[in-house]
């Protein structure tokens, strides 16, 4: 099962010597980080979106965020973006609590270090302002001592591949979504950013472009040691890409830890169901071998009530699973 995912191995693990040699403290870390929504008007309708989530993100390694549609990945962006408040647990930046930080003053400094990026480029953009009016923005709010913007916008447009005398008069619309995800990569680069958060970052990119941006971001994650949480469906590519991984079921991180390790001997049964679920290049679909989600969901229940008590274990430093839920 494994040959499949090995797509890329070298270099991922090359990724993982540098980080080894070096000894870190966590950039952003998450302490029993929870998220409930609260919707309707007469009738008030609680959804557990994120619940107990722990986890750091090192300089200089990217950590893989994995699970089906809904399990709670956005939310735990967005609570790392500060765009969502979360309604327990903290989050600390480099050991101070940034959890209720709201002054203009404390966010701006927060994003000139901690930035994102969205599945859909074009929502990130204003439609009405050309790359040069985004890039005065930048300037104006987080870089305003910088004197020669011209020259250092171009530095980051070329690392990133894109031609700035091309690029700079254009509208968003007129630029395509590889292109657009490439000027936020740059936009992050200007701006030196320590944490990107990248949500289902490739994801409407045809296969070339996608490896294009994925070992740019490998590439910038090495030389400059930002720290990166790439949130996707897609395993392959978060085996790919990351030196650590973390799976997500319904609000809860059920396995965490080195992605070989993770990738080798995976315990909790929803992730086994993930590997299990990887399409074989060279196999044909076959019908009779049907994915059922309600015998995942008993398997689950089976392995939660025969741990019952153990909650959340580490198997050894580098790879934890959640045992039970209560
Ligand atoms: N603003 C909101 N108000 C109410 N419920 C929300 C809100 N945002 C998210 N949710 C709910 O929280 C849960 C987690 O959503 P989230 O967007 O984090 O999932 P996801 O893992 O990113 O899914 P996908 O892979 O489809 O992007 C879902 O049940 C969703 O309906
Ligand atoms: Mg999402």
Not at 153 to 167: F, G, H, K, Q, Y
Not at 229 to 258: C, N, P, Q, W
Request: charged share 25%; glycine share 6%.
């Amino acid at each position: 099962m494994i040959i499949r995912l090995l797509v890329g191995i070298t270099q991922r693990l090359e990724v993982k010597k540098l980080v080894e040699t070096k000894k870190q403290t966590p950039i952003i870390e998450a302490e029993d980080l929870g998220r409930v929504f609260v919707s309707g008007v007469f009738f008030k309708e609680q959804t557990v979106a994120v619940k107990d989530a722990s986890f750091k993100m090192m300089p200089g390694t990217i950590l893989s965020l994995i699970g089906e549609s809904g399990s709670g990945k956005t939310t735990i962006g967005r609570m790392i973006l500060k765009l969502l408040k979360p309604t327990s647990g903290r989050l600390l930046y480099h050991g101070e609590d940034i959890t209720n930080i709201t002054s203009k003053d404390d966010l701006r400094k927060y994003y000139s270090k901690v930035q994102g990026i969205f599945q859909d480029p074009f929502s990130s953009f204003n439609p009405l302002f050309r790359v040069d009016r985004v890039f005065d923005m930048v300037y104006d709010i987080f870089l305003p001592h910088v004197k020669n913007r011209e020259e250092r916008t171009a530095e980051v447009l070329e690392s990133v591949n894109l031609n700035p005398e091309r690029i700079m008069h254009q509208f968003p619309h007129q630029l395509s979504g590889g292109q657009l995800q490439r000027l936020l990569i740059a936009r992050a680069l200007l701006l030196d950013v320590e944490v990107l958060i990248a949500d289902e970052l490739i994801s409407m990119l045809d296969a070339s472009t996608r490896m294009g941006i994925l070992n740019l971001l490998v590439d910038i994650c090495q030389k400059r040691g930002m720290s990166v949480l790439f949130i996707t469906h897609d395993l392959a590519l978060g085996y790919y890409i990351s030196d650590y991984t973390m799976i997500m079921h319904r609000g809860l991180l059920v396995e965490k830890g080195a992605t070989a390790k993770i990738y080798d001997k995976p315990v909790h049964p929803y992730t086994k169901m993930l590997f299990n679920s990887v399409p074989d290049i060279g196999k044909r679909w076959d019908k009779n071998e049907k994915f059922i989600p309600e015998q995942v969901d008993q398997e689950i229940d089976k392995f939660y009530k025969e741990n019952k008590g153990q909650g959340f274990e580490y198997l050894d430093s580098d790879h934890g699973v959640l045992l039970s839920t209560e």
